[in-house]
């Protein structure tokens, strides 16, 4: 199975695109939240109704994965925390959102959405402890910000990662976990595309401009990753030393 990571396109209507034109190579696509702009002067509704169009699009072409991020809420819940409820609207049986779990061959991939408070974080504390009981051969995590102490959270001074995500990562072990949120860690000398903790493998792909976004390629059959961006490269087989 060969799936295709992206994250943060902010409402890039070029990058989307792109998506669309290479989704159908993939046996999965999965976006990691940032899906719009908030500094976008496109009204939010608009952005919202056309990147449903898009989503709807992709989930022809492949299954698909949509998490949200900071950028995507378009709501409060009662504790006054924003949620994407968008997101969550668009599932059905090609696409999954916010909230959920799946078996994709013997794969367990398990959507987070983004948190703002105790209330949004609680829930999805419920949902790994959840899907831990049914994790298969292999589990994965969508969730939108990288962990704390990772080199995926490096942010040029510092990494500013989910110290959360990290516990979590710590109890559950998941096999690996796609983030996106910190937008130029690959690029920095102390950042990467790639990191581990313990024996979870972490990535971000970081965000470009222009007309296609950065990329990981997952091939699970022959356990390797591939990071792609305009101007850099790189391979790792993922069954052998870590980096």
Same mark, same amino acid.
């Given at each position: ?26 046996? $999965?696509?999965?976006?990691? &939240?940032?899906? $719009?702009?908030?500094?976008?002067? $496109?009204?939010?509704? +608009? ?21 949200? %991020? ?46 703002? %408070? ?5 829930? +999805?504390? *419920? ?12 589990? =994965? ?7 704390? %102490? ?9 990494? =500013?990662?989910?110290?959360? *995500? ?24 102390? &950042?990467?595309? =790639? ?6 493998? +972490? ?5 470009? *401009? ?6 990981? =390629? ?20 993922? &069954?052998?030393?870590?980096?």
């Amino acid at each position: 199975m060969r799936l295709l990571f992206v994250a943060d396109l902010h409402y890039s209507l070029k990058q989307f695109d792109w998506l669309l034109s290479e989704a159908g190579k993939y046996d $999965l696509v999965a976006i990691g &939240g940032d899906l $719009l702009d908030l500094s976008s002067p $496109l009204d939010f509704d +608009v952005q919202i109704a056309i990147v449903e169009k898009y989503l709807a699009l992709l989930s022809e072409k492949t299954r698909l994965v949509v998490s949200s %991020g900071n950028h995507d809420g378009d709501s409060r819940n009662e504790a006054d925390e924003s949620v994407a409820t968008w997101i969550r609207g668009t599932r059905h049986e090609r696409l999954h959102a916010d909230g959920d779990g799946f078996d994709f061959g013997n794969v367990r991939l398990t959507v987070c959405p983004w948190w703002d %408070g105790e209330v949004s974080r609680r829930q +999805v504390d *419920l949902l790994l402890e959840q899907e831990a009981r049914i994790r298969r051969e292999k589990w =994965i995590w969508i969730y939108h910000a990288p962990p704390e %102490g990772s080199r995926t959270s490096w942010a040029g001074k510092r990494p =500013i990662g989910d110290d959360f *995500l990290r516990k979590w990562i710590e109890r559950h072990r998941p096999d690996m976990v796609f983030s996106g949120h910190i937008h130029n860690s690959p690029f920095y000398e102390e &950042g990467s595309w =790639i990191d581990r903790i313990g024996e979870t493998w +972490v990535f971000n792909p970081g965000r470009q *401009l222009g007309p296609e976004p950065t990329m990981i =390629i997952l091939d699970l059959e022959r356990f390797t990753a591939e990071w792609r961006s305009v101007e850099e490269h790189s391979f790792r087989e993922l &069954g052998v030393a870590e980096c």
